[in-house]
């Protein structure tokens, strides 16, 4: 079960808030021979986010984040073997993504056509730093975010590739087509 509160503006600052929140009971068994072994959990998760807008040209967005995550698992492991005892785990990460400078074209194919394409370029870079983690080594892994490590920081990049169509309005049945004045 997923619960999200979606980004919302502080008041007149320029703050953001958001929290997302997961209940999961991940069923999971290995099977050697005769042997059966149980390494299901449940797994409880919230992180609170703050976003705060640094700069917001027409070109350019800078925003700076900082997340704190929870996670409560109901079994941990010790020496490699999982066991039903409870473990928390805590972390913060806090980072800066810029995108831009945003090129955009549009393109009108042919004149008959009231077709337009707008093409869109947005290069984008984040930055983030992640706390250590304590007790990682017993934190059974179930999924994609039990895979995160502590006491590092990432780079991710990339460019946003965007096409964007807009389709001429359905002509009313019986209304005469009337040519529109250059644009």
């Given at each position: 079960?997923?619960?999200?509160?979606?980004?919302?503006?502080?008041?007149?600052?320029?703050?953001?808030?958001?929290?997302?929140?997961?209940?999961?009971?991940?069923?999971?068994?290995?099977?050697?021979?005769?042997?059966?072994?149980?390494?299901?959990?449940?797994?409880?998760?919230?992180?609170?986010?703050?976003?705060?807008?640094?700069?917001?040209?027409?070109?350019?967005?800078?925003?700076?984040?900082?997340?704190?995550?929870?996670?409560?698992?109901?079994?941990?492991l010790v020496d490699g073997v999982q066991v039903p005892v409870g473990l928390n785990r805590k972390y913060f990460d806090?980072?800066?993504?810029?995108?831009?400078?945003?090129?955009?074209?549009?393109?009108?194919?042919?004149?008959?056509?009231?077709?337009?394409?707008?093409?869109?370029?947005?290069?984008?870079?984040?930055?983030?730093?992640?706390?250590?983690?304590?007790?990682?080594?017993?934190?059974?892994?179930?999924?994609?975010?039990?895979?995160?490590?502590?006491?590092?920081?990432?780079?991710?990049?990339?460019?946003?590739?965007?096409?964007?169509?807009?389709?001429?309005?359905?002509?009313?049945?019986?209304?005469?087509?009337?040519?529109?004045?250059?644009?």
């Amino acid at each position: 079960v997923t619960a999200t509160l979606s980004s919302q503006q502080f008041g007149n600052l320029p703050l953001f808030g958001s929290v997302q929140s997961e209940i999961s009971n991940t069923l999971y068994q290995t099977k050697a021979q005769d042997t059966i072994v149980d390494n299901g959990l449940w797994r409880m998760e919230v992180w609170p986010t703050l976003r705060a807008p640094v700069a917001k040209l027409p070109f350019l967005t800078v925003n700076g984040t900082l997340s704190w995550r929870y996670t409560h698992f109901s079994e941990r492991l010790v020496d490699g073997v999982q066991v039903p005892v409870g473990l928390n785990r805590k972390y913060f990460d806090m980072g800066a993504e810029v995108a831009g400078p945003v090129f955009n074209r549009v393109f009108a194919p042919s004149r008959e056509s009231a077709r337009r394409i707008k093409h869109v370029l947005e290069p984008f870079v984040g930055i983030h730093r992640t706390t250590a983690i304590e007790e990682r080594a017993a934190i059974p892994i179930t999924g994609g975010n039990d895979y995160v490590f502590g006491g590092n920081g990432t780079v991710n990049y990339g460019v946003n590739n965007r096409i964007i169509m807009r389709s001429p309005p359905p002509e009313r049945e019986g209304a005469a087509a009337v040519p529109s004045a250059p644009r």
